[in-house]
């Protein structure tokens, strides 16, 4: 049997897809490799997963009904999905909204229609995220807060994934979790997310844009965490007894102050930033923070690495990508 993973190619998919790799799973990667950023790198992830045993490969566009019915017909042996293509970012989602609405929503319900029809589904994983809860004050965020208020098209595409698995779970009792991430980084990130543009900036000497003039918080989490959640989900569906679509926060439970954030990745880079302070940017929000009380129950999620350790881990991989 063999586990579909959709954003294979992505920064968690490739870790994910390693650590299913390492335990012995057959993974079927998915990715249309866009160029939302560096095609490349994703590019540079796949070859490596190419590389090993167990692992095979189909680019597609999960919004494609017709391709994706077929991938599955060809692939009878897929019985887990662990489903993280998605279109991210927030700021991107003012620039070019209609393709959220085709990743996030449409390649969703098509990816849950291909999956309802398998014989044996054991679980469907997705990737949901901290964007759901919108401008929430309450600290810290649970998930049985109220987060009908997203604050960006981004958080209300994976919101609206969320309600749609709920349905799909009542209808036709499929096992599904969807796991809402937090601030995710860490080696063969997204150059996208703030700490990877700062790294470039900063070794170029050129300012980097800090918004809210600096007073922000984040709950950020090192890739490996994320990694452990994902994989423990994997193994705990639901089994039956309780409700068929679950949720989990899977956050470091740590906000960190935005300047103290920046501090440490001056001292791993050894080189100053020069700070261009911003207002905030509409769709962004003031402070994130995981309550993960209900994942250390259900998932045994444990997550252990501060920015401390995993700023210097991500610029060590960073200057052997970029500059070896």
């Not at 998605?86 to 209609?98: D, E, K, M």
């Not at 844009?209 to 490996?224: A, E, L, Q, S």
């Not at 700070?275 to 993960?292: K, N, S």
């Not at 350790?309 to 991989?317: K, L, M, Q, T, Y």
Request: hydrophobic letters at 40%; charged letters at 25%.
């Amino acid at each position: 049997m063999s586990v579909l993973l959709t954003g294979a190619a992505g920064f968690i998919g490739r870790h994910v897809a390693i650590a299913l790799l390492e335990r012995g799973e057959a993974v079927v990667g998915v990715d249309n490799l866009n160029d939302y950023y560096d095609v490349s790198l994703k590019e540079a992830r796949l070859a490596g997963l190419q590389a090993r045993a167990g692992f095979s490969f189909e680019r597609l566009d999960i919004a494609d009904r017709e391709a994706v019915a077929a991938l599955f017909d060809r692939k009878p042996g897929i019985d887990r999905v662990i489903h993280l293509a998605a279109q991210a970012g927030v700021r991107y989602s003012l620039i070019n909204p209609y393709t959220y609405l085709r990743s996030n929503i449409d390649g969703h319900v098509v990816l849950l229609e291909a999956a309802r029809r398998l014989p044996a589904l054991r679980h469907f994983v997705y990737a949901s995220s901290s964007s759901v809860y919108g401008g929430n004050r309450k600290m810290p965020f649970s998930v049985e807060d109220r987060c009908d208020a997203p604050v960006s098209l981004y958080g209300a595409t994976k919101k609206a994934m969320e309600v749609i698995s709920e349905s799909y779970a009542a209808m036709y009792g499929m096992p599904l979790t969807g796991l809402r991430f937090f601030t995710v980084y860490g080696p063969w990130g997204r150059p996208d997310m703030a700490y990877f543009s700062f790294t470039r900036k900063i070794i170029a000497g050129e300012p980097i844009p800090v918004f809210n003039h600096g007073d922000m918080r984040r709950d950020f989490t090192y890739i490996d965490d994320i990694v452990n959640g994902i994989v423990n989900c994997l193994n705990r569906p639901p089994d039956g007894t309780e409700r068929q679509h679950r949720l989990y926060n899977l956050g470091n439970h740590r906000p960190e102050q935005l300047s103290d954030f920046i501090a440490t990745l001056e001292k791993a880079l050894d080189r100053p930033a020069v700070l261009e302070l911003l207002p905030m940017q509409p769709g962004d929000v003031r402070e994130t923070f995981a309550d993960i009380d209900a994942s250390r129950r259900d998932l045994d999620f444990s997550p252990t690495v501060g920015i401390a350790e995993g700023i210097p881990r991500f610029v060590e991989w960073y200057r052997r990508y970029y500059e070896d």
